[in-house]
């Protein structure tokens, strides 16, 4: 089992075994990262990496997963996109007690 040094932002340079370690690679772009826990700090740490680095962490033993992107990205979409206002407004209907109702109620 290989050893790779990884860079954590809290710790700094941490040492790991490919077991420590995982690729991620979307299925849709190809684009990949890899993902590890610090020892150090419990810390999950995300790093993007280019198609030689995937390469050379598979061929240490790496262990590779692969991912979609949500199927909402692909639905049709319509009308504005929401607003800060939209948010506000939704925040303040959750405060209400009664906001389920309020929510789903239709008002044609």
């Known amino acids: 089992m290989a050893t790779v040094r990884a860079n954590c932002p809290e710790c700094g340079d941490v040492e790991l075994t490919t077991r420590d370690l995982q690729v991620l690679t979307c299925s849709a772009t190809q684009d990949s990262t890899y993902s590890f826990v610090c ?43 929401i607003t800060y206002d939209d948010l506000l407004g939704f925040h303040y209907e959750l405060a209400a007690l009664d906001w389920l109702q309020h929510i789903t109620a239709t008002d044609q």
């Open 39 to 81: 020892p150090g700090c419990c810390l999950v740490v995300n790093k993007p990496v280019d198609l030689q680095m995937v390469k050379l962490l598979l061929s240490a033993g790496v262990r590779q997963h692969e991912w979609d992107m949500p199927a909402e990205l692909y639905e049709p979409h319509s009308g504005p996109p």
